[in-house]
C-alpha cells in the first residue's frame, strides 16, 4: 500500500513544473468553490460546482443538495478526492501500472474517511438519530459489536439460510468422492432427456451453490428443465492437511474425474463441459491438457463454455494492485506457516476492490443508521468463503497472474503434457458480464484470439455473479450482446457489431447447446449399481466450514 504512493509522491517532487501546472489548476477549482459556497450562504442557488461519480450513491439523499452547509461538505470532499485521484493517474515517469496502484491504495483512503462514514458529519445518521429518539444509535452500536464478534463487516443476516433447507434444494446424489470434491448428479426433471451430459466445473474459491441458489434463480435447475443431464464439482474445504495439493490434482482428481465420471455413468463417448471463474481457467487448462492427453479423436469434451474466465492475465483488473513479486512472495509466505490461504482474507481483498459498496455502505447502513442487514442469498454465498490449499494458490498467483504463462505456448506442463491453448479446436460458447471488477471482459475475451475453432461471445450486463446468475424473467431485466467471435478480433470490434438483446443469455444458450447434446432419449437414474448413493444433494463438502 504505501509503496506505490510513495512512489508517486516522489515522482511529483522530481516535476515541480508539473506539479505547478496542477496546483494552478486545483487553485481555480477552489475559486469556483468559494463562489459555489458563497452562494449557498446567501441562501441563493448556484450550479453545482463538482459532481458525484455516475455510481456514487453517498451523496443520493436530498439533503446533501438542499441543505447549504451539507451541500458544500460534500462539495469541498468530492472537489479535493477528483482532483488528488485526477493528478494520481497522470502522475509523471510513472509506469502506468504503478499509476493505477497509487490511485486505487488512495482512493480506498478517501473512500474511508467520506463524511458520509461519520455519525457527526452524515446528516441521514443524524436525522434518523433524532427520529427514533437515539434508538438507531443503540442498533448501531450492537450491529458494531455484532460484527467485531464475527470478525467481519456483515452484509446479510445470516441465520436466514441453510445449506440443504432453503439454498442448494435441487434434488440429486452424491455419486462420486475423492479427497478433493464430491460429484452430484442431479435427477431429471423431465421425462426424455438429451444424450449427452452437461459437466460443470464450479470454482473453488467459493462453494458450488451460486449455480443453485433458490428454484427460481437455480442454473442447475433451468438446466434440468431444458431437458439436460447435469453433474457438478462440489469442491472440499481444503486444511493444513491438503497443503501440497496441487494445481495438477484439480485437473486430474477434479475436471478430468467429473468428465469420467459422467461419461461412465451416462454411457456417452463426450460431454459438455462448462466453467465458471477459476474453474473455467482449470476447464480451459483442461482443454488443452486433454487435447494433447486423448487426441482429437478420443477427446471426452463436445463443446465448452466459459463463465466470466480469465487465460490471459496481462490486465487482469483492479485486482492486480495485490499482485507484485513481494506481495506474491509474502503471501505465500503466510500460506507456506499455515498451509493455506484463508478464504476471509480473499474475500476481503475482492470487497476492499469495491469498498463504497461492499464495505462502507454496509457500515453506513449497519453502524450509523442501525439497520438490521436484510436477507440476500446471494450475499450469503459470497461470505460463505473457502481456503486455497498453499501449493495450488501459490502456483496459481505466481505463474498465471504474476507471469501470465497460460498463453505461452509450451511454457506450462500440467499433469505430464505440455500447455497449449491452440491445441483446442472444440466449438466455445464464452459468457462475461460488463460490470466484472474480477475478470473485466476486455480481458476474458482474449480467449478468442487464443483458441481454434468455431466461438460465440456473449456480453451480459450486470457484474461477476448477478451477470451469470441471470435467469429468464418478464419483463426482461437485464440485456445482453451476443455474437461470433474470430481469432483476429478485438473486443471493441466485436461489441461493435454484436448486436443488443433484451433478457437473459441463458436461453441464447439453450439455443447453441442443445442442438449439440444429443439426441432425446428416457431419463436415467440419478444413481446406479457403479455409482450408488453417497449422500444426497448437496452433499458433505460444501457444509464443511
Not at 501440497?244 to 451416462?266: C, N, Q
Request: overall charge negative; hydrophobic content about 45%; glycine content about 6%.
Amino acid at each position: 500500500m504505501a509503496a506505490p504512493i510513495l512512489h508517486a509522491q516522489v515522482a511529483w517532487m522530481l516535476h515541480p513544473q508539473e506539479l505547478v501546472e496542477r496546483l494552478v489548476v486545483l487553485q481555480s477549482d477552489l475559486f469556483q468553490l468559494h463562489w459555489h459556497s458563497l452562494h449557498r450562504m446567501l441562501g441563493l442557488q448556484h450550479e453545482e460546482p463538482v459532481q458525484p461519480n455516475p455510481d456514487d450513491n453517498r451523496f443520493n439523499d436530498p439533503v446533501w443538495a438542499e441543505s447549504p452547509t451539507w451541500d458544500l461538505v460534500k462539495d469541498w470532499y468530492l472537489t479535493f478526492t477528483h482532483r488528488a485521484q485526477d493528478m494520481l493517474y497522470d502522475t509523471p515517469a510513472l509506469s502506468a501500472r504503478e499509476r493505477r496502484r497509487a490511485a486505487f491504495w488512495w482512493r480506498k483512503w478517501l473512500n474511508a474517511v467520506a463524511p458520509t462514514n461519520f455519525l457527526w458529519t452524515n446528516p441521514v445518521a443524524l436525522r434518523k438519530a433524532f427520529e427514533t429518539h437515539g434508538q438507531s444509535v443503540m442498533s448501531g452500536w450492537q450491529n458494531f459489536i455484532a460484527d467485531v464478534q464475527a470478525g467481519d463487516v456483515q452484509m446479510t443476516a445470516q441465520a436466514n439460510f441453510e445449506v440443504g433447507v432453503n439454498l442448494a434444494t435441487t434434488s440429486g446424489a452424491v455419486v462420486f468422492r475423492n479427497n478433493l470434491l464430491e460429484v452430484i448428479h442431479y435427477t431429471p426433471t423431465q421425462p426424455r432427456i438429451h444424450a449427452e451430459p452437461v459437466v460443470i466445473v464450479t470454482p473453488w474459491i467459493n462453494k458450488f451453490y451460486i449455480l443453485d441458489l433458490n428454484p427460481k434463480k437455480s442454473m442447475v435447475r433451468y438446466l434440468l428443465d431444458q431437458g439436460l443431464d447435469v453433474f457438478i464439482t462440489s469442491w472440499r474445504n481444503p486444511g493444513p492437511e491438503m497443503a501440497e495439493t496441487r494445481f495438477d490434482d484439480y485437473l486430474l482428481d477434479g475436471v478430468d474425474t467429473i468428465v469420467r465420471v459422467a461419461r461412465e455413468m451416462s454411457g456417452a463417448q463426450r460431454v459438455h463441459a462448462v466453467g465458471y471463474c477459476i474453474g473455467g481457467t482449470a476447464l480451459s487448462i483442461y482443454m488443452a491438457w486433454a487435447n494433447s492427453h486423448y487426441g482429437a479423436d478420443a477427446m471426452p469434451v463436445a463443446d465448452w463454455t466459459l463463465f466470466t474466465t480469465l487465460v490471459d492475465f496481462r490486465k487482469p483488473g483492479d485486482i492486480e494492485v495485490f499482485i507484485d513479486e513481494g506481495s506474491v512472495k509474502h503471501l505465500c509466505d503466510q500460506m507456506g506457516t499455515r498451509g493455506y490461504l484463508d478464504g476471509r482474507e480473499m474475500a476481503a481483498a475482492f470487497r476492499l476492490l469495491r469498498s463504497n459498496s461492499l464495505i462502507w455502505h454496509y457500515v453506513v447502513h449497519g453502524w450509523l443508521y442501525g439497520e438490521s442487514p436484510a436477507p440476500f442469498d446471494v450475499l450469503f454465498w459470497n461470505m460463505d468463503s473457502t481456503r486455497m490449499p498453499r501449493a495450488m494458490h501459490s502456483w496459481y498467483l505466481t505463474e498465471l497472474y504474476l507471469h501470465n504463462r497460460l498463453v505461452e505456448r509450451g511454457a506450462l506442463t500440467l499433469a505430464g503434457e505440455s500447455i497449449d491453448l491452440t491445441r483446442i479446436t472444440q466449438p466455445l460458447y464464452a459468457v462475461a458480464a460488463e460490470d466484472d471488477h474480477i475478470a473485466p471482459w476486455e480481458q476474458t475475451f482474449h480467449v478468442m484470439n487464443h483458441v481454434a475453432g468455431e466461438k460465440r461471445y456473449v456480453l451480459s450486463s450486470s457484474g461477476h455473479i448477478l451477470g451469470i446468475v441471470n435467469p429468464p424473467v418478464k419483463p426482461p431485466k437485464r440485456t445482453f450482446l451476443a455474437g461470433e467471435a474470430h481469432r483476429a478480433d478485438t473486443p471493441g470490434a466485436w461489441k461493435d457489431r454484436s448486436p443488443t438483446k433484451a433478457g437473459s443469455w441463458w436461453e441464447d444458450w439453450m439455443a447453441w447447446l442443445k442442438p449439440r447434446a444429443g439426441e432425446l432419449m428416457e431419463a436415467r437414474p440419478v444413481v446406479t449399481k457403479a455409482y450408488p448413493r453417497l449422500a444426497d444433494a448437496p452433499g458433505t463438502f460444501v457444509r464443511e466450514a
